[in-house]
């Protein structure tokens, strides 16, 4: 099984609809993070938590939201969601005892907002 | 502000070796990163340099240069599963990662 763990994996809505992507990890980090990933552009930060009780907002963070709701489970939010939402949404992982900060991603969720 | 360029495709033939450049601009400088990632599929941590030089591991080596605001990846010996995109990502002084929009390397037989 994937330490870290996206669903749905493939999403097709409408717009205006509320999405929400979860993710879970067994790794046992506190750093979690939200990105997404478009053709052509680099990864973007979303959101991002160093613990329970932290959310930061990141680069792209506007008509998103997202909920720690313990360690290991971080959800991004979509309250009414548009087509250029449309990406693949990547949650990662990271330990902050690490020093090289090395992050470890789920496996992906391809969001299509029609 | 902060900017990272890597080319966006390159070739290569399978056996040879081949570099991947990576320039950028930064005023804060926490250490730059290679990711592999297969299409479809979930970048993977390849390489981390904070101090000038070469950092090698098997067939992959990444090298550092802070005052020229330059980093390369070279891998050798080339195999057909080496065809991927490597990301290139640098850790600014607030420890947040800036992505390169990486380089799509195609292996030929």
């Known amino acids: 099984d994937a330490d870290v763990t996206q669903t749905p994996r493939n999403r097709i809505t409408k717009t205006g609809k509320r999405i929400m992507l979860e993710c879970s990890q067994t790794?046992?980090?506190?750093?979690m993070y939200w990105y997404r990933q478009d053709p052509g552009l680099g990864l973007r930060l979303i959101y991002y938590?160093?613990?329970?009780?932290?959310?930061n907002k990141g680069e792209i963070s506007d008509g998103y939201s997202v909920s720690r709701q313990a360690q290991a489970k971080f959800s991004l939010s979509l309250e009414s969601a548009i087509p250029n939402q449309t990406a693949l949404y990547f949650c990662a992982t990271s330990d902050r005892e690490a020093h090289t900060g090395e992050l470890f991603f789920g496996e992906g969720s391809r969001l299509t907002v029609l | 502000g902060q900017n990272i360029d890597q080319p966006t495709e390159m070739t290569a033939t399978e056996g040879a070796i081949v570099q991947i450049n990576c320039t950028y601009q930064?005023?804060?400088?926490?250490?730059l990163f290679w990711y592999q990632q297969h299409a479809g599929e979930a970048p993977t941590f390849l390489s981390y340099?904070?101090l000038d030089g070469l950092e090698e591991k098997g067939r992959f080596s990444s090298f550092l240069s802070r005052s020229k605001g330059y980093s390369y990846l070279l891998l050798k010996e080339l195999q057909m599963k080496d065809s991927a995109s490597y990301l290139c990502a640098l850790m600014d002084s607030n420890y947040q990662l800036i992505w390169g929009a990486g380089t799509k390397l195609i292996i030929k037989p």
């Open positions: 790794k046992g980090h506190d750093r």
């Open positions: 930064t005023s804060g400088f926490n250490g």
């Open positions: 340099n904070v």
């Open positions: 938590s160093f613990d329970v009780k932290d959310i």
